[in-house]
């Protein structure tokens, strides 16, 4: 049987509300009927919605607030008005042990520094990453660090690759997950050192908790190469950005191509069962998610403008992870390997060493 | 009556050598008929293949040489040894002003490197680029740095902007092509200091040769939001391949949806009008080439596993950037630069003065 878990909601936060986000958390509820929640937001607004849904209202407890954080607030303007808003009051759920995970829509800028600030990095991490799930052409793979940071030096590089692969576990169940390092492909070129440091260490390293590969470049991401692809967040963010963009583009070039002739539009109307298959593989509900890795306690981002079966992917997300006991699994990771370079300390290829 | 152009081929670079250079030069050479072609490589190979095309071979000559630049090549190693090799010699001939442009489907980083020993920086650039063109829903656009160097100061990301815009100009024939920056889309995020001094300068500067617009995220490029999309050349060769891996993947989503059920196997015949106009759109061989730009002569490298329809593509680009004289306007947008900035040198908010 498995053990209850808790996912603490940002009810007020994306582009529609408690609509959404109390939609999502029924469809999570009857793929996962032992959750339960905690509903942070506006009482009287998201009893309406839970009314629509009594098997959700029955498993979940609402903590009122009415204040909000706006989705284009600044981060440092949303943390100096923070606390009490129902993006913060989740991730207390989540801090003070009631809940196991917490999901937002809301501002990412905002959850972001508002999940440090109150979940607080783990022993050992220098710096929370963001991992996104990435559709692959079996199945998805790992993507960190997509925009929680900009540049990275060889050890958060080394850290990322520890926090996917724990992540890799909770979601893929596999013991080693393997795991590569993106990277440009002209040899010799000057730059990325910190890209170069990393493979040294992580090539060397031995009893690591993951089946280190190598390097891979941006077209294998899709082709599911690695379990676990590390980059700093800002070629990380732009890869997954222009990913999103190119299949959007591709299903613009589709839809016209379809429409041109009545050859084309019945040969199409012919094959939608073909067509919905394509549309559900490419659907970003699916994979809807970032989620905050390195913290005390599991935070996930979804899609601001996502829909009930979008959210219902994320609060999947966070159930998924919570249920694999990532945070704990991964502090002892992180705890292993430290003894391991306490060990090595005296060698001088150890990027915890050479850090700058 | 155009000007008579001459394009310098590297013969013997790409997987396939002289059958595939000569019959892109030999495709090309329909399209545009004033072209003349020096080929650089194996005279007795290259006079084989010539055979096969006589309206080529009656505007070319042949440069012989033995030595070759082999694909796996370290640029280090390439270039101690790389005079007299067929890409040499091919970029001598453009240095030499015989032609106006060298193609070769080489090893890319010796060819990067050979170039900037040849045809030397402008002067005014302190880094040359790779552009890409990138197909977008409506046409195309430019990407640059997409992987000469790793990293970018604010001032070299302006002058990206600068030749982005002279080739745009070239290619698209608009006067002032529309630039972006490309960036993360999370405010006040740390880092990235380059890209945003150079928002700043560019959205002050005056009387530029084109038309800033601000940020652009990685989803927006095939958007086709902007002529020009400016970024480091790491992100930017991640952003490239992401693209390219993305549009494959969905490729086999769409193969495989489409033979799943017998209907969709006969729709998918009916529309194999739709499907032909889908793949012709998605050809990478339609926008092959990548340029370095910021050298005192043109440099196209082309995709060394490409067929003669692609290398064709490379010649076509290698042209139309002769034909419209990119280096000397370039040359001149930099003096004029140079002139209005060598006026405000007092003013602090320069990046060339701020740059580290």
Same mark, same amino acid.
């Given at each position: 049987m498995p053990v209850p878990r808790t996912i603490a909601l940002d009810a007020m936060g994306g582009d529609h509300g408690p609509e959404v986000v109390v939609g999502g958390a029924a469809l999570s509820l009857v793929r996962h009927p032992s959750l339960s929640f905690v509903l942070a937001g506006d009482e009287t607004q998201i009893r309406a919605q839970l009314e629509k849904h009594p098997a959700l209202a029955a498993r979940s407890r609402i903590i009122h607030t009415d204040t909000v954080v706006a989705m284009h607030e600044k981060p440092s303007q949303a943390l100096r008005r923070g606390k009490g808003t129902s993006m913060w009051l989740a991730l207390e759920a989540v801090k003070s042990g009631e809940a196991h995970a917490a999901v937002s829509a809301g501002n990412t800028g905002a959850l972001m520094a508002m999940s440090k600030l109150v979940l607080?990095?783990?022993?050992? +991490?220098e710096r929370p990453a963001i991992a996104a799930l990435w559709p692959t052409v079996e199945s998805e793979c790992i993507v960190l660090d997509v925009g929680a940071n900009i540049g990275a030096s060889s050890r958060q590089l080394c850290d990322f690759a520890l926090m996917g692969s724990a992540m890799a576990r909770a979601l893929f169940h596999v013991e080693r997950p393997t795991v590569g390092l993106l990277n440009?492909?002209?040899?010799? +070129?000057?730059?990325a050192e910190e890209v170069k440091e990393a493979h040294a260490w992580l090539k060397e390293a031995s009893g690591l908790p993951l089946d280190y590969r190598g390097f891979v470049e941006g077209n294998e991401i899709g082709q599911g190469k690695v379990d676990v692809v590390v980059v700093e967040g800002f070629a990380g963010n732009i890869a997954l950005k222009t990913a999103e963009g190119t299949a959007r583009q591709i299903g613009q070039y589709l839809k016209a191509a379809m429409s041109r002739t009545w050859t084309s539009k019945l040969g199409a109307a012919l094959a939608r069962g073909g067509f919905r298959t394509l549309k559900e593989k490419m659907d970003p509900r699916r994979v809807n998610g970032g989620t905050f890795l390195g913290l005390n306690g599991i935070a996930v981002k979804s899609h601001g403008g996502t829909d009930a079966l979008g959210f219902a992917s994320a609060v999947d997300l966070g159930y998924e992870m919570a249920e694999s006991d990532l945070v704990a699994r991964l502090g002892n990771d992180l705890k292993a390997i430290q003894e391991k370079l306490k060990l090595a300390s005296t060698t001088a290829d150890i990027p915890r060493a050479a850090e700058g």
């Open positions: 607080r990095p783990m022993a050992g +991490i440009v492909g002209v040899e010799e +070129i000057k730059g």
